[in-house]
């Protein structure tokens, strides 16, 4: 803990104009905001020199693969090329003064500004902050010949280093804790829904006296909701691009960082796909690419991925792309395209750069109300949820906000439940197929 550690506080603010139209309608225009200061977030202060592992001597080694039957086999992550993959025998790459080992494998100099004999030293330090805007506007109208409705709209931004601070999987710690925390982690949160519209509707049907009460007591209920799309985003935790094994950390939850070129938009899963080509480590799209060939054998066109790391790099980094592109395969969707960093350097997506496919659901209901007598009243319903079976999918990266997913890991942006059965709910769950229920009410 930083010793002079602060209280973290937020302010809030609000401006707020009602205004009524007819007696029956009125309108409330809203602006919320607020500002998360001195928030907690981590640094790992004992952090190796950023590509440490990737020395002349590891690339030379990755690149001189290239003339093996199976190039660039010996590239990340394996160990034998890659130092940082052995963490910590010699993470102060530019050390000064005499070092001496300290008989663990470890190399020690006391004049060098990391422990290298230590692990991961992971600080918490009021180094996070958020912001969030959102402008809110209800129109409300009320028993208007029988109808009564409330719409709601909210166009909102909510930016941060952390989304939900205190649990172990979103307290994350920079990749590279050298630079900028707020260039690495500053970005939407997992709970921003940039658009959001309500509808409620309730209606009472003119009475019509006798027939048994047959033709009067009648009502129907709906209510809508649309919602954009919430945030998912990339985090390799399986390949050490930077050097820095900053992925072995349990601090580092956020893993390390590919390339993004494009719209992120043309990655918005469809169906639960983000029908990109699946990629082709772990068999998910044909066999690798190797430099000089056009397609895989399944057809699959790579020379896109090719051209954009020729154009993205120079010199011996273009080679090293090339090698991380042959490893780990690259995903393409519309103008979307996704690839490995080149070993030894850092991608330049931020957390949170794709949105789900966003969320519409309609319920509806109609009442019959029968008067017993002037003291007793019984009101049948029946209930349908999703009424038009629109079909959901939960987001990529899981759960009601987004958070992270590893692109080795196939199939990359792809779901297959409902937001009710992964949140193992799916009785009251939102997110389910149609459900129908029928119930009665009695009121004295």
């Not at 957390?351 to 319920?363: A, K, S």
């Not at 890991?409 to 297959?416: A, C, F, L």
Request: proline content about 7%; hydrophobic content about 35%; overall charge negative.
């Amino acid at each position: 803990m930083n010793p002079n550690l602060r209280t973290p506080y937020v302010d809030n603010w609000n401006l707020d104009i009602q205004r009524a139209i007819t007696n029956n309608l009125s309108i409330d225009v809203g602006y919320v905001g607020n500002h998360g200061t001195k928030l907690l977030g981590q640094v790992n202060i004992n952090q190796p020199t950023p590509l440490a592992g990737w020395t002349a001597a590891a690339q030379g080694a990755c690149i001189a693969s290239g003339a093996d039957p199976v190039p660039y086999d010996n590239c990340a992550p394996d160990p034998n090329a890659e130092q940082a993959a052995m963490p910590f025998t010699a993470p102060c790459a530019q050390a000064v003064g005499v070092a001496a080992t300290n008989g663990k494998g470890g190399v020690f100099n006391p004049n060098n500004s990391c422990f290298s004999f230590l692990n991961y030293l992971t600080e918490v330090e009021n180094n996070y902050e958020s912001n969030y805007n959102g402008l809110q506007i209800t129109l409300t109208g009320r028993n208007y010949h029988g109808l009564s409705f409330n719409g709601s709209y909210t166009y909102s931004h909510a930016l941060g280093d952390a989304s939900d601070q205190g649990t172990s999987a979103d307290f994350p710690a920079p990749e590279n804790s050298y630079a900028s925390v707020r260039s690495q982690l500053y970005a939407n949160t997992d709970f921003d829904i940039r658009h959001r519209f309500t509808m409620s509707l309730d209606y009472a049907f003119p009475d019509k006296k006798g027939y048994g009460q047959l033709l009067s007591g009648w009502s129907i209920n709906a209510i809508a909701l649309v919602t954009s799309g919430l945030p998912w985003g990339v985090g390799d935790l399986s390949n050490d691009f930077s050097g820095t094994n900053q992925i072995g950390s349990t601090a580092q939850v956020e893993g390390e960082q590919w390339n993004f070129f494009g719209s992120p938009s043309a990655f918005t899963p469809v169906h639960g796909n983000t029908n990109t080509n699946g990629g082709w480590e772990n068999g998910g799209g044909g066999t690798p690419f190797f430099p000089g060939a056009a397609t895989s054998a399944s057809g699959t066109s790579y020379a896109p991925c090719v051209a954009q790391d020729m154009a993205t790099y120079s010199g011996t980094q273009q080679t090293l792309a090339l090698a991380s592109l042959a490893n780990l395969g690259c995903y393409v969707a519309g103008n979307g395209m996704l690839l490995p960093p080149a070993y030894g350097s850092y991608g330049n997506t931020k957390p949170n750069i794709f949105r789900d496919g966003g969320f519409q659901n309609l319920d509806f209901s109609v009442a019959k109300l029968f008067t017993i007598r002037e003291r007793l009243k019984a009101q049948f319903r029946a209930e349908f949820f999703n009424v038009l079976n629109h079909p959901h999918w939960t987001n990529p990266a899981g759960g009601p906000g987004g958070a992270i997913q590893d692109p080795t890991v196939q199939p990359y942006g792809y779901v297959g439940v409902t937001p009710d059965v992964y949140s193992s709910n799916p009785q009251l769950g939102s997110g389910g197929a149609r459900a129908m229920q029928l119930g009665m009410k009695l009121s004295w």
